[in-house]
């Protein structure tokens, strides 16, 4: 027995050596040098070679503790959230309904303060581009790494439409949508033959190549300054300002309410949740359509698909045009709610975030990417407390639960039809939040 | 007279230096189970990657009489040639593993449910032809897989199925594309006896009930030779022999590339003198 468990510690021993090498030569850059000025002015180095020392010690006990306490039990991934992933996919119309419903009557709630809502529109708006994504990575399989830049489309095509033509936003809305589309056929030409990894480098470029157009065509765009002024949204022609201009009745006066500012935050977040569920429904159809099928397919094998009569060509190229329409229209709406839009907006992160609600999410599933999308949004604001340590926690939590959940929260897919009822009548349904 | 259901006609198909097939020739009726059979390497593969669109040939013409009349299968793009009836398999597996056993019969039917969608548009409204013509496409897939007896499986993920069944439910997506000639790569590697013998049944009834004609690749001898009515048989690329089992079974060139030739006949003349001077001394 003691031999034996002699003979267990040994590699652990290693192991956490290992470790404490790893943390030191992380550290030492980090904790161990400090640029200070010195009495010159110059920049000197000075040292604090006990704080890399302390370091080390903590990983070596911190790591062999954990290896001793796991005894031999990986850090895997449990089953029992399989369960519960497919119980929530089995059952997802009527948590779908209930999480539409509780988004309804969001902005009602005792705790619905302007925070809570406008946070609120920031989740639907996420939700409803990694729903818009889910399209292309989700059920096409086609790893897009730009997808920012169709919303940047959708949104400098609502904020030019609107200041050169004054067009309202319903119509500027479809508009975007279009040369959102168009772009995503423009982006799916050439990379047709790509997959993958060689795929995802190429959309990654397409998605810097508009933002530098819109830095440096100063003409059209701004340029970095961007477009201020674009028109706020009005409740179907009346507007929510106090003082209505001649012959204008304001949102207010119609309903004979006091004026406050939160009646335009509330239309935007209704505006947001009702483009959010537009997509929603719209994914949720599609995907028991020929074309959605096709679209899983190709995910699965492109071959077979060939070989079946399926046209890969257009195929892939619908994905990339209806994904990018949705994110033309979330871009639409984040012009009109923001009321001004530059470049900065539209830069690489947001394309990862997207992708990482998706891909945390689990490909695929509709009520995945609104937890999220949650999770995403949340973990920021919750950090807040924590102030510069924020964002290494995000990553942290991301990394997590990556490893709790390898192929995301909600992993499990209901087949589009089953032989008992005809059309499957549970197909991964997903809600507002 | 016997009709022609594929011609093939001087078909090259070269990989820079290599001849994968040269100069091969053959006739595949309307009414037959064809077989192509030939040792490893031979280039049964890459005729059926040149049939089905996979492949361009370097030269050949390859006269196909499908739904449409007669086409020429190597001016087709490759997804085109599951249009005009003919389907096929693959030697290693290649199904939709995520997606449910029926899934993957109805995505075969993708360009019928395609236009009864309306191109999509019909289908996103929820109009009755549509759901009538999906309604009739899992019809069609409870058919095959009934025939196939996978009819259990419908609802399970096609990936999950043991190797038999994934094998047969190939077949069965393939047939659910409607094809005139079916083309199976080696459809009985890797199954049991029992299996191999039900997917000679299969392949008889197909022929005998379903007026699909087959051109089979495979290695089981036993099947090939039990239900095939026409065998090609290839070696370096090349057609050594063409005929009805009977006469594959005798033909001295085929039982040559099989077992090999003996050793004095394999060696050139000079070395075997050499061989037998040195023995002798």
């Known amino acids: 027995m003691a031999a034996d468990a002699a003979g267990a510690i ?25 640029t200070v000025p010195g009495p010159d002015g110059r920049l000197t180095l000075d040292f604090h070679f006990h704080l890399v020392a302390i370091a080390a010690v903590l990983v070596f006990a911190g790591r062999l503790a954990l ?18 992933a497919e119980f929530v996919s089995r059952h997802g119309t009527w948590f779908g309904l209930a999480g539409i419903a509780f988004a309804l009557v969001l902005p009602f709630m005792p705790f619905a303060s302007r925070y809570v809502i406008d946070v609120a529109t920031t989740i639907v708006i996420y939700v409803m581009l990694g729903w818009g994504l889910n399209i292309v990575v989700g059920l096409a399989g086609l790893l897009d790494l730009g997808y920012v830049a169709f919303y940047a489309v959708g949104a400098y095509s609502y904020a030019l439409f609107a200041q050169w033509f004054g067009l309202g936003f319903w119509i500027c809305l479809p508009i975007a949508g ?8 423009l982006l799916g030409f050439p990379v047709l033959r790509l997959r993958g990894d060689y795929l995802a480098i190429v959309t990654l470029g397409f998605g810097e190549i508009i933002r530098l157009v819109l830095i440096n065509w100063h003409e059209v765009t701004g340029g970095p300054n961007g477009i201020a002024d674009i028109p706020r949204p009005t409740f179907f022609g009346f507007p929510f300002t106090r003082d209505p201009g001649e012959g204008e009745t304001a949102f207010h006066e119609l309903f004979g309410l006091e004026f406050s500012t939160l009646h335009r935050v509330i239309f935007l977040y209704y505006l947001a949740l009702f483009l959010a569920l537009v997509t929603n429904l719209f994914v949720l159809r599609i995907r028991k359509l020929p074309i959605g099928r096709a679209w899983e397919a190709l995910r699965e094998d492109e071959i077979a698909c060939k070989a079946l009569g399926i046209n890969p060509t257009n195929t892939k190229l619908t994905a990339f045009a209806l994904g990018a329409m949705f994110g033309g229209f979330a871009g639409s709406f984040f012009a009109t709610r923001q009321g001004f839009i530059s470049p900065e907006s539209f830069t690489f992160i947001e394309s990862a975030i997207i992708l990482a609600i998706v ?31 924020r964002m290494l926690l995000f990553g942290a939590a991301m990394v997590l639960i990556m490893i709790w959940r390898p192929r995301g929260l909600l992993a499990h897919r209901e087949p589009t039809l089953t032989l008992a009822g005809s059309t499957g009548g549970t197909g991964t349904r997903g809600g507002g939040r | ?15 820079g230096g290599l001849v994968a097939v040269d100069d091969l020739s053959f006739t ?26 996979f492949y361009r040939p370097t030269t050949g013409q390859l006269t196909f009489h499908g739904h449409h009349g007669p086409v020429l299968l190597e001016r087709l793009e490759g997804f085109r040639v599951a249009r005009h009836g003919l389907a ?38 929820g109009a009755a032809s549509y759901r009538r013509a999906e309604a009739e496409a899992v019809e069609r897939a409870r058919f095959w897989l009934e025939r196939t007896g996978l009819i259990e499986r419908a609802d399970q993920p096609a990936g999950s199925l043991p190797y038999g069944e994934q094998r047969k439910l190939e077949i069965a997506r393939a047939l659910c594309a409607g094809p005139k000639l079916l083309c199976l790569d080696e459809p009985a590697a890797g ?19 379903h007026g699909v004609a087959v051109l089979l690749i495979e290695h089981d001898m036993s099947l090939v030779m039990r239900i095939a009515d026409h065998i090609v048989v290839l070696d370096y690329g090349r057609k050594i022999a063409d005929g009805p089992p009977e006469r594959i079974k005798r033909d001295p060139a085929v039982i040559k590339a099989y077992l090999g030739e003996t050793e004095d006949e394999e060696l050139p003349p000079e070395v075997a003198a050499d061989l037998a001077a040195s023995g002798g001394g």
Do not use: W
């Open chain 1, 67 to 84: 290896s001793l306490l796991l005894r031999g039990r990986q850090l895997r991934p449990s089953g029992r959230s399989g369960a519960v």
């Open chain 1, 178 to 185: 279009l040369l959102a589309a168009i772009a995503g056929v």
């Open chain 2, 28 to 53: 595949a009726y309307a009414d037959d189970i064809t077989a192509i059979i030939g040792p490893n390497g031979a280039g049964k593969t890459t005729v059926f990657n040149c049939l089905t669109g």
């Open chain 1, 10 to 34: 040994g590699p652990k021993l290693k192991d956490a050596a290992l470790a404490a090498l790893v943390a030191i030569a992380l550290t030492v850059p980090i904790l161990g040098m400090e």
């Open chain 2, 191 to 209: 199954l049991n006896p029992r299996e191999t013998a039900e997917l000679g049944e299969l392949l008889l009834e197909l022929r005998d009930r």
């Open chain 2, 1 to 15: 007279m016997r009709r022609s259901i594929l011609e093939v006609l001087h078909l090259t198909m070269r990989f």
């Open chain 2, 88 to 125: 096929r398999t693959f030697q290693n597996i290649r199904l939709f593993g995520g997606m449910s056993v029926l899934e993957n019969l109805v995505v075969a039917q993708h360009n019928h449910l395609m236009r009864a969608s309306g191109y999509t548009l019909l289908g996103l409204v």
């Open chain 1, 359 to 389: 891909v945390l999410g689990g490909m695929g599933s509709q009520i995945g990417v609104v937890l999220a999308a949650a999770v995403i949004v949340l973990l920021p604001e919750i950090g807040r407390e924590f102030e510069t340590y």
